[in-house]
């Protein structure tokens, strides 16, 4: 699929941009600086046209610190795997050093480049003041638009597609994406997340640094292993909602983790091996559970635990006694940074979503009622009749009970395991119960 880049300064306006050309409010949009630190990326659809635009961070001249420094390298480096590049600039301000400097890059990488001036709602001002300057960039006729009014948009789209057909790209075929695995990777801030994503992905997708918090945005990447399609979503750290302020960059990250995980297939749960199972972790995966989806466990870090060739027992135990709510999940001990285990990471979301998608005969579930019915006391006057399956991701049981009040917690976790234990272990998934009145 033919991709286009959005690339710029900070604060022109690139992810307001970005949000209006795919319709979502993906990416995270505020007036300060640095907001979008990873490239988001999504699907922009124009009367059967498609194409993928990617939103990258700002660019600085002289970045000043790890991540800044980080973030300008991935993007330089996605200019020249792009098929066109926006190079936005600011429409009411004019171009600066840090635009000229960009441009010239741009122009050293031989990239195909549209000139965007953003915030150039009053047109007649831009004519005036702006547009002659832009012309020393050296690309040509400037688009003048105002993401935030929707100003040229469509201008905009149009030469987009015109430019990726001259290029011989195919914009026809509409991505098909419904029949690959969808994977959230999700946990603490700093229990190297990005840097599992990246290993998965086998190439510096994500920003990695060892400052809590670097990931804002979702970072999704559609991948092929073994000849089977995933999309791999890297998520921002998740905060206790108490040491989160309203209103913040990192309040609208985690409301982005959440829709993530919502939309997920199965979710990666990553735990620091040298810190244990926290009461952070606990909730991420409770999270995950009552959200419905598949989960897979994973010890990150295992490369720095002392002794560790002896204590796989002692953090299975750890797992079984923290999260035994979500005690069906596959365990993997992986260090992302040395690239140990990924492959078992893979086999495990392979076996999670395998369960997650099964469906039983209603005849083994009947079957495996029966014999445990016949030496097990219910509670007085309860009777369960029979049941089935009446849906999956996640496999959702119905069963037919004489009275729905004395299903209480016990007879849900009882059922649950008789489903586990005689019909089919749903590995990685979680199982819902729902109960109906019957005579």
Request: hydrophobic residues 40%; charged residues 30%; proline residues 5%.
């Amino acid at each position: 699929m033919a991709t286009v880049l959005i690339v710029g300064k900070p604060n022109v306006g690139k992810s307001t941009l970005f949000n209006k050309l795919v319709r979502k409010k993906k990416a995270i949009v505020e007036d300060e600086e640095g907001v979008t630190r990873d490239p988001v990326q999504d699907i922009v659809e124009w009367y059967g046209k498609t194409f993928k635009l990617v939103d990258t961070c700002g660019v600085f001249d002289n970045p000043q610190d790890i991540i800044s420094q980080k973030m300008k390298e991935i993007t330089l480096n996605m200019i020249r795997e792009a098929d066109l590049v926006l190079f936005v600039v600011d429409g009411k301000r004019g171009i600066t050093k840090e635009d000229e400097s960009l441009a010239d890059f741009l122009r050293k990488s031989n990239v195909d480049t549209i000139l965007v001036a953003n915030k150039a709602e009053n047109l007649r001002e831009f004519e005036r003041e702006v547009k002659p300057e832009l012309y020393s960039l050296g690309f040509g006729e400037p688009i003048p638009v105002s993401a935030e009014h929707n100003v040229n948009l469509d201008v905009l789209v149009e030469t987009i597609i015109r430019k990726l057909e001259e290029k011989g790209l195919d914009l026809e075929s509409k991505p098909e994406i419904t029949d690959a695995i969808k994977v959230a990777i999700v946990g603490r801030p700093n229990v190297g997340k990005s840097t599992l994503f990246n290993a998965i992905l086998n190439k510096e997708r994500a920003l990695v640094s060892p400052i809590p918090g670097t990931t804002r945005d979702p970072v999704d990447e559609e991948v092929f292993i073994d000849g089977r399609k995933y999309v791999f979503v890297d998520t921002a750290g998740l905060r206790r909602k108490s040491r989160v302020e309203p209103r913040t960059v990192e309040k609208y990250s985690n409301y982005r983790v959440v829709d993530s995980i919502e939309k997920a297939d199965v979710v990666v749960i990553v735990l620091d091996a040298t810190q244990g199972i926290t009461r952070q972790d606990q909730r991420i995966a409770g999270l995950v559970e009552r959200r419905g989806r598949a989960s897979v466990v994973v010890f990150n870090k295992w490369d720095l635990v002392e002794h560790r060739e002896k204590r796989h027992d002692e953090f299975t135990k750890l797992f079984r006694e923290k999260l035994y709510f979500i005690d069906y999940s596959p365990l993997i001990f992986i260090s992302a940074d040395k690239g140990w285990n990924i492959d078992k990471v893979i086999d495990a979301i392979n076996l999670a979503y395998a369960s997650y998608t099964t469906k039983v005969p209603s005849s083994a579930i009947n079957s495996a009622l029966q014999k445990v019915l016949a030496f097990t006391n219910l509670p007085r006057g309860l009777k369960i009749f029979f049941g089935l399956q009446v849906d999956i991701k996640p496999p959702t049981f119905l069963f037919f009970v004489n009275s729905i009040e004395k299903i209480k917690n016990p007879q849900k976790v009882f059922l649950r395991k008789l489903i586990r234990d005689y019909v089919f272990p749903f590995e990685g998934s979680p199982i819902f119960l729902k109960f109906k009145r019957s005579r």
